[in-house]
């Protein structure tokens, strides 16, 4: 199995305006990019159904408007476009940051021994993933009940505001609570009105699993443009994204 593909780039601040300095159709991207924006594509317990399943939300749109801003607000190159593999395929050694959402839905997310054993290697060998958007005390159990079987001997920790992803390019007080397209301001949704981050580290302390629970960073990314959608949200999101991205590039 190949060594994962990392890369430790310098990384500065080039503009100081997020969600709404960023315009589409600018000639930002780079053929040779260092850095791909890779979705997950997994099975849910219960079939997707005709939309695909709930690792499709959102996407591309969230995708394509997070490259943008990560080319528009900092030096790391891009790809233009989104990639999706699943947990099993050999190419997640290739990009050092995976993303996957919503796997708290449909009776939570359905790992093959195969998934399990590939994520796991993946991750102890420098990978990153992103888990976001999921709401409430029931989609955790069902999105735990599958995915402790990836580290069962692995504490999951609950991230303070003062931990280093928070710091690593913005300063952030924390995880955001960023609400859904439909969601209500200063409120999340299935009874839970606070965001917290979890993740799972390594024997170095490293974060190799972040957990965004009750906030959606997807929906962040996706209605950048959208005049409905608060711009404030917008902004947390592309600054939580960001962080976690460089966070990964440098750890």
């Known amino acids: 199995m190949k060594a994962l593909a990392i890369t430790a780039s310098l990384i500065f601040l080039l503009s100081t305006g997020l969600a ?9 991207y780079d053929i040779a990019g260092e850095f791909a924006f890779v979705r997950v594509q997994y099975d849910s317990y219960y079939d997707g159904g005709f939309y695909g399943g709930p690792w499709l939300t959102d996407f591309p749109a ?27 395929d050999e190419e997640i050694f290739d990009y050092p940051f995976l993303y996957a ?17 590939n994520l796991r290697e993946y991750l102890l060998r420098g990978g990153f993933l992103l888990i976001d958007d999921f709401w409430g005390q029931q989609q955790w159990d ?3 009940r599958d995915f402790s079987r990836l580290f069962p001997d692995r504490e999951l920790v609950e991230l303070q505001a003062n931990h280093e992803i928070y710091h690593t390019f913005y300063d952030i ?11 209500r301001r200063g ?8 965001a917290s981050n979890h993740a799972i580290l390594d024997d170095n302390g490293r974060v190799m699993v972040l957990i965004n629970w009750n906030s959606d960073m997807g929906d962040g990314w996706e209605h950048t443009y959208d005049q409905w959608y608060p711009t404030q949200y ?5 600054q939580l994204g960001i962080n976690y991205l460089i966070y990964s590039l440098t750890h």
């Open 20 to 28: 709404s300095a960023q315009q589409p159709g600018e000639d930002l």
């Open 173 to 183: 007080d924390g995880p955001q609570m960023i609400p859904g397209r439909g969601g």
């Open 142 to 144: 069902a999105f735990y």
């Open 101 to 117: 959402l919503e796997m708290g839905r449909n009776g939570g997310l359905s790992l093959s021994p195969a998934e399990v054993e």
């Open 234 to 238: 917008a902004n947390s999101a592309y």
């Open 187 to 194: 409120f999340g949704q299935a009874g839970i009105d606070v």
């Open 62 to 88: 969230s995708d394509e408007n997070f490259l943008r801003g990560v080319a528009r607000l900092t030096n790391v190159r891009v790809m233009d476009e989104p990639i999706v593999l699943r947990f099993d």
